[in-house]
């Protein structure tokens, strides 16, 4: 979760509670969850939840440039260019965008992305039919 506004007492707790939600989805078992918060104190966030949960805790606040580190490796990766990700932020910073705007900038990825993942289960079900599979 990415937080990138001000949360305090009651609805710190019920947005960061959001998280201990299960999920099921085409991507997997949600096992584990983090939040990137930009702009609260990790200590008044505790505050907040041991108003409610008197066994709260607060794990180690992560360091920063784990984010820029993450672009880095997915930079490096050639999924996508300057100019996608720019027309997505456009899309995003832009109050008056619909949601079939950021589906439109995000499709070109996304196809390039899936047929990619279909030509890699394709040969790899000719190597395993072949007896080449590792």
């Given at each position: ?18 998280l201990n939600r299960s999920n099921s989805g085409p991507f997997g078992v ?105």
């Amino acid at each position: 979760m990415y937080v990138d506004k001000r949360l305090a007492g009651i609805q710190a707790v019920q947005t960061l509670s959001r998280l201990n939600r299960s999920n099921s989805g085409p991507f997997g078992v949600k096992d584990t969850t983090y939040v990137l918060d930009f702009l609260n104190d990790p200590n008044e966030v505790l505050v907040a939840f041991r108003t409610y949960y008197q066994t709260a805790e607060l794990e180690d606040v992560t360091d920063p440039n784990l984010v820029f580190n993450l672009r880095a490796k997915l930079d490096a990766t050639g999924h996508y260019d300057d100019f996608e990700v720019n027309r997505v932020v456009e899309v995003e910073l832009n109050p008056k965008a619909k949601q079939s705007e950021l589906i439109a900038a995000l499709e070109p990825v996304r196809d390039r992305l899936l047929k990619q993942y279909k030509q890699a289960q394709e040969r790899l079900l000719a190597a395993r039919a072949h007896n080449d599979a590792p």
